[in-house]
């Protein structure tokens, strides 16, 4: 199995970036599937990002990227020019396979969550 802890939230004013980082506890992490979720106060949790060994996608795209160090067992969210709705908690999330999911069922570890907030 694979424990996930996400870090790197915190509070920042609009137009600016925050780097989250996503470790992974696992032996098979370059494997895996890593993908990035935030839910919003009051609205359901939305897809934001997901990488594999062979490509990566965003649905936040020319301002968040996702990036992997293997070695490091770790997963990035790079987030740029950030908006107030784009405060969310943010979760890691992975699942062993090689093509981009963007459907939450088919992720088998989550991570707790981080949360972010832009200010105006």
């Known amino acids: 199995q694979v424990q996930l802890v996400e870090s790197g939230g915190g509070l920042v004013q609009a137009g600016g970036s925050l780097r989250l980082s996503c470790a992974a506890s696992?032996?098979?992490?370059?494997?895996?599937?890593m993908g990035w979720f935030r839910q919003a106060p009051g609205k359901e949790r939305e897809f934001v990002a997901a990488?594999?060994?062979?490509g990566m996608y965003t649905s936040v795209k020319g301002r968040f990227t996702i990036s992997r160090d293997n070695a490091k067992n770790t997963a990035y969210l790079q987030m740029n020019s950030l908006r107030p709705e784009d405060t969310a908690v943010y979760y890691c999330?992975?699942?062993?396979?090689?093509?981009?999911?963007?459907?939450?069922?088919?992720?088998?570890?989550w991570g707790q969550g981080t949360q972010v907030t832009v200010s105006s």
């Open positions: 999330a992975a699942v062993q396979r090689g093509g981009i999911t963007q459907v939450q069922e088919e992720y088998d570890y």
């Open positions: 696992g032996r098979t992490f370059s494997s895996y599937a």
């Open positions: 990488i594999t060994r062979g």
